[in-house]
Structures are given as structure tokens and as C-alpha cells.
């Protein structure tokens, strides 16, 4: 079945996949899906599969359609840079992360900053109206832990950058992380 994303973006996703598909954004779509404005602000894919994968989207059943998709740069697949990524194809046209921290990149592919978007200085990116974030990111790859739970951010993000923002009273028992590899 074929269906719509618009205005979306994913932050911090380290994917990993042994599967035929993977995608940083999205793993499979149909002809007739559709994929709008959507943006990668920061991950990376690590899929052996060399032909079903991508940062918007991996495997293609028939042709979906892509307009205004935007990707860091620096989101790798397998480690290697992507190249030849457009705002039309699965891999997104590559932006800078000082343009994805710009309200007017995202209010140029169609983002709705009157009724659904409002911009977050501090975070530099879009976030929710009226929705409040477990813990804030202070750019690609980066959290700020500040509670007890944005500490499920480490299990989360294990290769990301995390800053101490408060100091932490734990109320339950804390099992270590088997494979930490962030900072």
C-alpha cells in the first residue's frame, strides 16, 4: 500500500540492518508513495546490501515520488559519504549542518511554521508546537542529559555526543550499557 510522509525529519538515527533494505529515514516504499519535505538531520546506515538502501528511503517497489528531500551531508552510508542525492531521489539533496539549522531551509521545502512547526533557537531545528521533548539535541549526534530519564538517550544513540547538563539523583537501579561507544 502507498501512502504520504511530509515534513518530517529524523535526528541521531545510527542504523544498523543485516536486512535486504535499510534506510536512515525510511526502509521500503510502493509506487505511488510519497515523500515530501522530509529531512535527515543527522544519522548514518550501516547495511551490507549495496542496492536497497538510502537516507530518505532503501528498497523501491515501483516508483515512488520525492520532492524537496533534504539530507546532512556528512550522513554516511556504510561510512562512505553519499553522492548524487537530489531534493527528487531517496537519498535527499545534501545540505550543510549550518543550513538544516536555518528555519528558512526547512520554510522553503514547505514546512508549516504558522500552525504545526515552531523553531527552536537553542536546538536549531523545528520541533512540535505544543509538544515538549524528553531532552533537547544541541545539534546532529549531540544530547544534553539533564534526568534520570534522558539517560535512556545512551542506550539510544550508543555512538553519540552527550554533554551533563544537571546532576542526576537516581530513583532506580542502572544497568550498564554493553556497547558504549559515544562520548
Known sequence: AAGTLTNNYVAGANV???????????GYAYAGTKFTGNVVYSGKLTNPNTTNQGRINARENGTPTYS?????????????????????NKNGLNKTEAELQTQSTY???GWDFTNVWTWDSTLKRPVLKGV??????????????????????LREHPDATFNLTADITMTKPWAPIAAFAGT
Request: proline share 2%; net charge negative; hydrophobic share 35%.
Open 16 to 26: 544498523a540492518t543485516t536486512t535486504s533494505s535499510g534506510g536512515i529515514f525510511n
Open 68 to 88: 524537496n528531500d533534504l539530507s546532512l551531508s556528512t550522513a554516511t552510508i556504510n561510512g562512505a559519504n553519499v553522492s548524487g542525492g537530489t531534493a527528487t
Open 107 to 109: 520554510a522553503g521545502i
Open 132 to 153: 515538549t521533548e524528553a531532552a533537547a539535541s544541541t545539534g546532529p549526534g549531540t544530547y544534553s542529559i539533564g534526568t534520570e530519564a534522558d539517560l535512556a538517550l
